[in-house]
């Protein structure tokens, strides 16, 4: 059994860490993106129209991209674009002269890449053209999930929704798929008559249900932002620029969990210079969604766990919003630099909680982000564990972990306590206006850092210094380690609760934040007999829990300790949330606690059909992996 795989595969929760065959090792271009085909240097997109029919029969989107070209290189003459799963029906070139029919095929498929489509220009075509694929996406689409009415809060009409980072948008668009090109989009959608779309663009919240939806995006944004969904959506306004979109059965607890939205885009307009984007509302979609949030620009997608009825777990909401300054203005080049969106975003989002919220909330979360690094560190190859790791097609193209979020945040943290925060507040404003609606590689964040703050006589902080951070493994000595009393004294209440000192009663846990309460359930002695757990599970309500956090936390040690007497629950939890970061541990558990690996497959196989195909293909390459 090969457990060290499977360790990696879900320590990391994205990443299958086959760091192995770095076979060109010495010319690994960290500038250059390896997860895709498109050949940047001799085209680039400028803009993409795209005509579709929304189909829930065949499970397909169809109709035409218009992609919207210039050429770089005069010599060139194929274009190579990504597809994953894409049927081509037709490619023409427009030119002034009029259509001309362009050759084109697909080259060898690629795991993790998809398919190339080499297209070859008529001759005479000019500099600046429009490249016209007619195509269909295939039920297999990586990107979409399909949702029968069942799996709706409704259960009365299907939707789809998208989810493009990182590598997915090539399978529900042609296109060139890297972050380091950005375009402007239109976009047409024919949909059911009673469905409403929306999308990663200017969505009018008065649209009527025609079933016919006109989309522009007139900001340039990369392609792993481009995000439809289509449902029985309703909206319901927070602010004056926010609002919500989602189910009505979902609508009035979104409103209540989310309405400190507007006051978070007030704030961080005011910390990080201005929303260029126009409207900042969520799509709240059913629990399938694989992410907490996904950024999609002007309409953040947002996971229904958060819902737990009490904000409590809202952290996510400011996290996709700053991701407007962090990621969506200033993204990262390729994904290896992907700290540059995660981290800084992740360090934004407290930023903003300490004020909306307040400082001793924000330290439990940051003690809990720490703990899970730890974590990640004890399980993450070496190679692995930089800021900026050398990453391309062999290791998996959704890298993220808790390395780029915990690390980066820390690394940015302890920059803004050795500048002071207001000389590090002006220096990030300055970069995301530098920068803005543009790319960053981690060298040229560290050429701008140096020119801005290292640089300064007296300057407390080195190039060698920061160099640790984004290079090296591990976690450098000067990384400021968070603290939170709260945490502590939940510590050492399960301690003294586990060793027999303590009675559960005696434990004032309803005043509790949740984040203390999961502090309490990671902190459990190793030895805890099954009446014990019992006695916790009655007394705190755990398996029934609406707060998926602290049922994520839960049903890891029930898993981790076989605590058979919860693994009816246990398995309830599985089927509940379709949210990779809740589930896939839960997975790993039971599959690395000796005896349940066929049992973690048989769940698997009752759950699979309700999630969501990236979140398939976390679990099953993690549990495939074992033998
Ligand atoms: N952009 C990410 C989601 C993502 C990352 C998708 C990499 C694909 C590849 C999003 O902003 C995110 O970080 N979501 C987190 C929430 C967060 C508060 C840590 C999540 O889903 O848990
Ligand atoms: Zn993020």
């Excluded at 002007?298 to 700053?322: K, M, N, Y």
């Excluded at 982000?369 to 190859?381: G, I, K, Q, S």
Aim: hydrophobic residues 40%; proline residues 6%; charged residues 20%.
């Amino acid at each position: 059994m090969h457990r060290k795989i499977l360790i990696t595969v879900f320590a990391f929760l994205f990443i299958t860490a086959c760091s192995k065959e770095t076979a060109e090792v010495d010319n690994y271009d960290p500038a250059r993106d390896y997860f895709t085909f498109a050949n940047t240097g001799a085209f680039v997109t400028e803009h993409l129209a795209l005509n579709l029919d929304v189909d829930f029969e065949a499970e397909e989107l169809r109709g035409f991209a218009i992609l919207s070209m210039r050429r770089l290189d005069p010599d060139a003459t194929e274009i190579v674009l990504d597809t994953r799963d894409l049927a081509i029906a037709s490619a023409a070139v427009l030119t002034t002269a009029g259509s001309e029919p362009a050759e084109y095929r697909f080259g060898e498929p690629h795991k993790t890449l998809g398919t190339p489509l080499f297209v070859t220009l008529p001759p005479g075509t000019n500099e600046q053209f429009d490249l016209v694929l007619e195509y269909k996406t295939s039920p297999e689409s990586t990107a979409l999930q399909w949702l029968p009415p069942e799996l709706t809060a409704g259960g009365k009409h299907p939707m789809v929704f998208s989810q493009s980072q990182a590598v997915h948008a090539r399978s529900w668009v042609p296109l060139q798929d890297t972050p380091a090109l950005r375009i402007t989009y239109e976009a047409t959608v024919r949909t059911p008559e009673s469905l409403l779309a929306v999308m990663s663009a200017n969505n009018d919240p008065l649209t009527p249900r025609t079933g016919e939806y006109h989309f522009d995006m007139p900001q340039p944004i990369p392609s792993y932002l481009l995000a439809i969904a289509v449902g029985n959506f309703y909206f319901a306004p927070l602010g004056k620029e926010t609002g919500i979109y989602t189910e009505p059965e979902l609508l009035d607890a979104s409103v209540y969990e989310f309405a400190d939205t507007q006051a978070m885009l007030e704030l961080a307009e005011e910390k990080f210079g201005p929303y260029d984007w126009g409207r900042y509302d969520l799509l709240v979609l059913p629990p399938s969604f694989p992410f907490g949030g996904m950024e999609n620009p002007r309409l953040s997608f947002i996971t229904p766990s958060l819902l737990a009825g009490d904000r409590s777990l809202v952290s996510v909401i400011a996290h996709e919003l700053a991701h407007s300054w962090s990621g969506n203005l200033v993204t990262n080049a390729t994904w290896r630099d992907g700290w540059l969106n995660e981290g800084m975003t992740s360090y934004l989002e407290s930023r903003l909680m300490e004020v909306i919220y307040n400082v001793k909330r924000v330290d439990e979360e940051r003690v809990l982000m720490y703990r899970e690094l730890l974590l990640d560190l004890e399980t993450v190859p070496e190679t692995m564990q930089a800021l900026a790791p050398r990453l391309d097609d062999t290791t998996s193209e959704d890298f993220q972990g808790g390395i780029h979020y915990s690390k980066g945040q820390l690394f940015l943290e302890f920059l803004e306590n050795a500048f002071g925060r207001e000389t590090f507040d002006a220096f990030l404003e300055s970069y995301f206006q530098e920068f803005a609606f543009g790319t960053i590689t981690t060298e040229r964040f560290l050429d701008y850092l140096e020119v801005n703050l290292l640089s300064q006589e007296g300057a407390p902080v080195s190039r060698e210094q920061v160099e640790q951070w984004t290079y090296n493994p591990g976690l450098p000595d000067n990384a400021i380690i968070p603290e939170s009393e709260n945490l502590n004294i939940a510590a050492d209440l399960a301690k003294s609760w586990s060793d027999g000192e303590t009675a559960l009663v005696e434990i004032s846990v309803a005043d509790w934040s949740p984040q203390a309460t999961i502090h309490f359930i990671n902190s459990l002695s190793a030895e805890l007999s099954h009446e014990k757990l019992a006695e916790l599970d009655a007394g705190w309500n755990l398996s029934d829990t609406q707060n998926a956090e602290i049922g994520r936390a839960w049903f890891i040690q029930v898993a981790t300790r076989r605590h058979l007497g919860a693994y009816e629950p246990l398995e309830a939890h599985l089927n509940r949330y379709g949210r990779g970061r809740l589930i896939a541990p839960v997975y790993r558990a039971l599959a690395e606690n000796g005896e349940d690996l066929e049992l973690a497959r048989e769940m698997f196989e009752r759950a699979r059909d309700a999630y969501h195909p990236i979140t398939v293909g976390w679990i099953a390459s993690g549990l495939e992996e074992q033998d």
